[in-house]
């Protein structure tokens, strides 16, 4: 089945902690995204990626940090400059050419910062 | 630049009746509207979309949607509503000024609580 895999599920974070989240896609889609969400505030774009190492801030990315080595990995890290780091996070993909572009998303990681 | 405005943040029926979620949206260019919906601790899944052919849209589950230029709205309805549908749906605004999905603007979500 082709698809999204975001690792792991839950995960919690101590203060001053970085963390890295896993982002997996076997759709050859050649664009990435990260997307936070909180209640009530939809999902803001943190970072994205078009191509392979190359990626472009999105509307929220001070505090993160992704690389893109490889086409079907965009693993996103949450560094301890990140100061309100409890969120949802959802990774997606997508074709990155033309216009009508939907984004199809991971389960989620849910970060907690204990 | 471009917006959405999803206009109840929760909206509760009971089942078997119909649903009707509220969509506004602005944009500069010519856009690309979809429907998605999250269910608990999930991901999003696309319900539809709206790509400048027929202004009324069919999606899964019995979802429809209808693009209205003139009132600026892109309102998602169902004739009769299930338990399995509730969720949360977004309401999402594509502005089309080049590839990528890094151009999509997110409404803010709206609750269905269906009643038994």
């Known amino acids: 089945d082709g698809g999204i895999t975001q690792s792991p599920k839950y995960l919690f974070r101590k203060e001053g902690q970085n963390v890295t989240l896993s982002c997996e896609q076997n759709l050859n889609h050649d664009a990435m995204y990260w997307y936070r969400q909180d209640p009530g505030q939809g999902l803001r774009l943190i970072y994205y990626?078009?191509?392979?190492?190359?990626?472009q801030k999105g509307d929220i990315a001070e505090g993160y940090s992704v690389s893109r080595e490889k086409k079907e990995s965009f693993p996103l890290t949450v560094t301890s400059a990140q100061k309100n780091p409890t969120a949802f996070y959802l990774c997606a993909s997508s074709i990155v050419t033309g216009p009508n572009t939907e984004a199809f998303f991971g389960q989620g990681t849910r970060l907690t910062v204990v | 630049a471009q917006s959405v405005t999803q206009l109840d943040s929760h909206v509760s029926v009971s089942e078997g009746t119909p649903v009707l979620l509220r969509c506004n949206y602005s944009s500069s260019y010519s856009p690309s509207l979809f429907w998605y919906v999250q269910h608990p601790n999930k991901g999003l899944q696309l319900l539809l979309k709206y790509t400048s052919a027929a202004t009324l849209v069919k999606g899964i589950n019995g979802f429809e949607a209808e693009f209205k230029k003139s009132e600026t709205s892109f309102h998602l309805t169902k004739p009769s509503a299930h338990m399995s549908d509730a969720a949360e749906y977004f309401c999402v605004v594509s502005d089309n000024s080049g590839g990528g999905a890094d151009g999509l603007t997110f409404g803010k979500g709206t609750h269905l609580i269906i009643q038994p």
């Open positions: 990626s078009q191509i392979v190492n190359d990626f």
